[in-house]
């Protein structure tokens, strides 16, 4: 069974500041993927950025990068100058080769940035 | 390319009745999920359909069933409401080049909000 652990509920950053929000995880698979997504109060998940298990390097889409760390089965997302619409739920997931399509979900970290 | 969409995206139903939601993926895409989100239980993948056929089920009961059709869209169905079925119902499609991708992306619609009275 695979298991995703968010555990900050929420989280405030200043404008313009760096911000990680963390995630770990557990399976027993050794092909898998993880994902972030943001959930915007809209609802709808936009997908952010993937990181495979067996991807040497970490990560990276525009402000966003993953700080994939596999020995402590850790993959936090870093947010890079923060703006006011990175306000919003975001979401660590993940799939596995035995699995299928399945994403399993974290609980989530609500973001919110200040002005 | 546009992306997956949803209808309804509001629902109000009461206890008892069924209702059947619609998710139409993105163009080219084979696999559509359904996931569902409540307040208390976050996330829950409800089922996927590959080439008309479901692939892989989440832990639901039967009341819960969807189709998929020739074009890729795909039908969601819930019988007999109960209050707890109140929830934001998600849609998601991706390639699936093969199955059980672990690269496979999944891309997600805005959702339909059920409410059950």
């Known amino acids: 069974a695979q298991k995703i652990t968010q555990t900050q509920p929420g989280m405030f950053v200043q404008e313009k500041e760096a911000v990680t929000l963390d995630c770990t995880y557990d399976t027993s698979d050794q092909s898998y993927g993880l994902f972030w997504y943001k959930q915007p109060s809209s609802g709808e998940m936009i997908f952010l950025i993937y990181?495979?298990?067996?991807?040497?390097q970490n990560a990276t889409e525009g402000r966003y990068s993953l700080n994939f760390q596999k020995a402590r089965k850790s993959a936090n997302l870093v947010i890079s100058a923060s703006q006011l619409g990175d306000s919003a739920m975001y979401f660590c997931?993940?799939?596995?080769?035995?699995?299928?399509?399945?994403?399993?979900f974290g609980g989530g970290t609500r973001l919110m940035v200040k002005p | 390319k546009a992306g997956v969409t949803q209808t309804p995206r509001y629902l109000i139903k009461t206890r008892g009745q069924q209702v059947t939601l619609s998710c139409s993926p993105i163009s080219g895409h084979r696999s559509v999920s359904w996931y569902q989100q409540t307040p208390g239980q976050g996330l829950q993948f409800l089922f996927e359909y590959f080439s008309e056929t479901q692939r892989n089920k989440g832990n639901f009961p039967g009341r819960f069933s969807g189709r998929q059709f020739s074009n890729s869209r795909s039908e969601m169905n819930v019988s007999t409401l109960e209050l707890g079925d109140s929830a934001l119902y998600l849609c998601?499609?991706?390639?699936?080049?093969?199955?059980?991708?672990?690269?496979?992306?999944?891309?997600f619609g805005p959702g339909t909000r059920l409410t059950v009275l």
């Open positions: 990181q495979g298990s067996y991807d040497e």
């Open positions: 998601a499609s991706s390639l699936s080049v093969a199955q059980g991708s672990s690269t496979d992306t999944q891309y």
């Open positions: 997931a993940m799939s596995s080769n035995n699995a299928g399509n399945m994403l399993t």
